[in-house]
C-alpha cells in the first residue's frame, strides 16, 4: 500500500494543476462574515470582516472585488452593499462596536441613493440596470436583504420614517410572497422583523 501511495503521488506531480481563482468577492466574502457571527464564531468573523472592509472598502468607497496583485476598479453592486451592511449589523449585535453600526447606517444611505430610483430597487447603478428581484435563487436575494436591514436599522434607531419606507418596499411584494412563499426565505426573515 505504502509503494503504491508513493508511485500515485509520483504520477500526481505531473499532472497540471486547475486554474485558481484569486479574485475576492465582496459580497460572498460578507455572507460568510454573517455565517460565522451566527456560528457563535465571533472573533473569526470579526477579523474577516475587518480585513475585508480594509481590502474593499478603500477611501469612502465600496468595491465589488479585487483580484490578489490587483487593483480596485468595479465598485460595489446591491448585492455587495446588501451582504456587507448585514455583515455589519451582525458584528454590531454580536460586539456593541459603535463605528460597525455607523458604517453599515452610512452604506445603507448610499445604497438606497444608488440603487432605489422611482420605487424600484436595481442591481447596479450604472449602464447594466437590471431590477432587483425579491426571490431567493443560488443564493439569498440582495433586495431581501437590503430591506431586511432597512428593519433592522429602522429598529436600533427608532426610526419609523425607516420603517415605514422598507415596510412599502416589502408589501409591493406581498402577492407574489403569498402565493410562492417558498421562493422567498429571506423575505419571510425581513417579514419576521416587519411583524
Do not use: C
Not at 465589488?64 to 446588501?82: M, P, R, T
Not at 445603507?108 to 449602464?127: G, P, R, V
Not at 433586495?143 to 416589502?170: G, H, P, Q, V, Y
Amino acid at each position: 500500500m505504502d509503494e503504491a501511495i508513493a508511485i500515485l503521488k509520483e504520477v500526481r506531480q505531473k499532472v497540471a494543476y486547475p486554474f485558481i481563482d484569486t479574485k475576492i468577492l465582496t459580497s460572498w466574502n460578507a455572507l460568510m462574515v454573517t455565517a460565522l457571527f451566527e456560528a457563535g464564531k465571533s472573533e473569526k468573523a470579526k477579523d474577516v470582516l475587518d480585513t475585508l472592509l480594509k481590502t474593499l472598502h478603500v477611501n469612502g468607497v465600496l468595491y465589488h472585488q479585487i483580484v490578489l496583485g490587483g487593483s480596485l476598479k468595479v465598485e460595489a453592486l446591491l448585492e455587495d452593499y446588501a451582504f456587507v451592511i448585514e455583515a455589519l449589523l451582525r458584528g454590531y449585535a454580536h460586539t456593541k462596536e459603535a463605528n460597525y453600526l455607523e458604517l453599515a447606517k452610512k452604506l445603507s444611505h448610499e445604497a438606497e441613493h444608488k440603487f432605489y430610483i422611482n420605487e424600484t430597487w436595481y442591481l447596479s447603478d450604472k449602464a447594466f440596470r437590471a431590477k432587483a428581484v425579491l426571490e431567493d435563487n443560488s443564493y439569498k436575494s440582495p433586495l431581501s436583504t437590503m430591506i431586511k436591514n432597512l428593519f433592522e436599522l429602522a429598529k436600533i434607531e427608532d426610526d419609523t420614517a425607516l420603517f415605514i419606507r422598507a415596510k412599502d418596499m416589502l408589501e409591493s411584494f406581498g402577492a407574489g410572497i403569498q402565493k410562492y412563499a417558498h421562493a422567498y426565505p429571506e423575505a419571510a426573515r425581513a417579514i419576521t422583523l416587519y411583524m
